[in-house]
């Protein structure tokens, strides 16, 4: 398969061909899911990931999703992400003395998720964001949101520069991410400082995971290479720790650049797909489903032998359900079908959200007699 990309996104170096590692058979799309059955079939690619030689940045180097300037996600219906959210800005706003009227910008606002959030903190926040349905969403709640795209170092957002900005899990969809941090880094006023967020490639290593890559994820950040695509960007790094269970990385900036060294982190292989394979066998005669529709669970049923044996996907996201999951094309129902259908096994594979799911499924699913967990790299029965 011929590589989209042929030079690092972090240093610009070469990448050599024969460091790539391929992964056949992988879902090509996560969102906008597919209405039928034979079309998810043929929704699949072979991911190749290259980590780069000379700075470590592990990436991909297939062609970026045709969406990838928009942001979709539903983590937005989540209690307890809301929570962590506000607990968050708050702390944020309060560490930098950020007033009420302080110019702050989310890049990459989706239907105004997080935006709204914001808009408790700050009196007028505004949100950046390219899709067209997206931007309708934020209009419709009241949010200010512009439309757009930080495709040049000299790109304005707005008619003034920020105090402060807030990137949520968007970073790593961007083809050329320096760019579009300097991009960012020319709409902020000399003393702004900022939140960047991104999956935390550290947790997979560490948890030996190989289902988190996606064609949407063309950059997968540990800490010591987002500092340095932070950095050589022209922001200087406050902090960057783990957060959200440990799955996200959390970033706070400051508009000034500074140099940092690096680590080199390799990825791994693990048996995970052939633990998953036995344990549909074992259960799959008195109904077997699966809780998430995500791209951790699309990845991984895309790679096991069994998945003609799963009855069904279940997810809480109202644009997936009555859809396929890709390349396994397994539909997608709303959870109320556990209580009609009356699967016995259930496995939850929900990324950060799954201890959520885990005391939903105990309180209103009592049919599942046998409840499985995916928790890191490990399947768990959950008592």
């Not at 930098?96 to 408790?120: H, M, R, W």
């Not at 996606?214 to 960057?240: A, C, D, R, W």
Request: proline share 3%; glycine share 4%.
């Amino acid at each position: 398969m011929k590589n989209f990309l042929s030079k690092c996104r972090l240093c610009g170096s070469k990448i050599n061909s024969s460091s790539i590692y391929s992964i056949k058979n992988s879902p090509s799309i996560i969102q906008n899911l597919p209405k039928s059955q034979i079309r998810a079939k043929s929704q699949k690619l072979t991911l190749q990931i290259a980590q780069c030689s000379n700075c470590n940045l592990t990436q991909l180097t297939n062609k970026p999703v045709s969406y990838y300037k928009s942001v979709i996600r539903a983590s937005g219906i989540s209690a307890s992400m809301s929570l962590f959210k506000k607990k968050q800005i708050k702390s944020f706003s309060e560490k930098f003395n950020l007033n009420n009227d302080a110019k702050v910008c989310e890049i990459g606002c989706g239907s105004g998720e997080y935006l709204k959030i914001l808009n408790n903190h700050f009196i007028d926040p505004l949100g950046l964001e390219f899709d067209n349905a997206q931007i309708a969403n934020c209009k419709e709640n009241g949010l200010k949101v512009r439309k757009g795209f930080i495709s040049n170092q000299s790109y304005k957002v707005n008619n003034h520069k920020f105090d402060a900005f807030f990137i949520f899990n968007f970073l790593e969809h961007i083809p050329s991410p320096i760019t579009f941090l300097k991009g960012i880094a020319n709409n902020l006023k000399p003393k702004a400082f900022g939140i960047i967020e991104v999956p935390n490639y550290d947790f997979m290593l560490r948890n030996n995971i190989s289902y988190d890559y996606t064609p949407e994820h063309l950059s997968y950040f540990t800490k010591q290479t987002l500092n340095k695509m932070l950095t050589i960007s022209g922001l200087n790094v406050i902090s960057i720790r783990e957060v959200w269970h440990g799955h996200i990385l959390e970033a706070i900036v400051s508009h000034k650049k500074e140099e940092v060294v690096h680590q080199k982190k390799t990825p791994n292989k693990n048996t995970l797909f052939e633990n998953i394979d036995k344990l549909v066998d074992l259960e799959y005669k008195d109904g077997f489903v699966v809780w998430g529709a995500c791209h951790h669970s699309f990845f991984i049923l895309s790679q096991i032998k069994n998945s003609k044996k799963i009855k069904f996907i279940v997810d809480s996201a109202a644009h997936k359900v009555n859809r396929y999951s890709p390349v396994s094309a397994i539909k997608i129902n709303h959870p109320e079908e556990l209580n009609i259908y009356r699967p016995k096994s259930l496995l939850i594979m929900a990324s950060s959200y799954s201890a959520e799911v885990v005391k939903i499924a105990k309180k209103k699913y009592k049919c599942i007699k046998n409840l499985y967990l995916l928790d890191g790299n490990l399947i768990k029965k959950i008592a």
